[in-house]
T-cell receptor, first 115, second 111 residues
């Protein structure tokens, strides 16, 4: 089954404790991206990657890191989480041509709470 | 700065009661406007792409239309299974890697 898989789905952590949210897709998509979704603010892009070893900042990259060492994986790293990073996070992927149609495939989300 | 505003924030309909959702946008050089559906606890699911004013797309009870300043998602004779949050997003001609999303309209269709 074609899918984007995120882990963990739910996480409660404390300020300053490094964490990684993994994202994996099995569709051989070139493009991958991370979004956060907050009430009243909608989905905002954190980082995106057009291919292996190619990443770029989205609109809200502060406090986050990403890497793209393999085509299928695009982990989101919070080196020192803070309470303002409490949010619902979504990973999305698309084939290159899908970028022109806006057809992104989203994971089911990871709800992160930072105390 | 690109902006997407959706209204209303929430809409409650009776089954069979048709209505429209609005997406107003400001973008420098629109490449495409997209509609997504998001069910509770799930990621958004792609519905439509619209590229130019006057264009229309249909899928079952949904029809999306586009003007130079806004898009409408018309829902004809909705059913309870149409209940979801509907998101609108825009993409620029330049920087097409980025989509700017609105905050969505929560639709509840009662039987």
């Amino acid at each position: 089954e074609a899918q984007v898989t995120q882990n963990p789905r739910y996480l409660i952590t404390v300020t300053g404790k490094k964490l990684t949210v993994t994202c994996s897709q099995n569709m051989n998509h070139e493009y991958m991206s991370w979004y956060r979704q907050d009430p009243g603010l909608g989905l905002r892009q954190i980082y995106y990657s057009m291919n292996v070893e190619v990443t770029d900042k989205g609109d809200v990259p502060e406090g986050y890191k990403v890497s793209r060492k393999e085509k299928r994986n695009f982990p989101l790293i919070l080196e020192s989480p803070s309470p303002n990073q409490t949010s619902l996070y979504f990973c999305a992927s698309s084939p290159r041509e899908g970028l022109y149609t806006g057809e992104l495939f989203f994971g089911e989300g990871s709800r992160l709470t930072v105390l | 700065e690109d902006q997407v505003t959706q209204s209303p924030e929430a809409l409650r309909l009776q089954e069979g009661e048709s209505s429209s959702l609005n997406c107003s946008y400001t973008v420098s050089g629109l490449r495409g406007l997209f509609w997504y559906r998001q069910d509770p606890g799930k990621g958004p699911e792609f519905l439509f792409t619209l590229y130019s004013a006057g264009e229309e797309k249909e899928k079952e009870r949904l029809k999306a239309t586009l003007t130079k300043k806004e898009s409408f998602l018309h829902i004809t004779a909705p059913k309870p299974e149409d209940s979801a949050t509907y998101l609108c997003a825009v993409q620029r001609n330049t920087g097409f890697q980025k989509l700017v999303f609105g905050t969505g309209t929560r639709l509840l269709v009662s039987p």
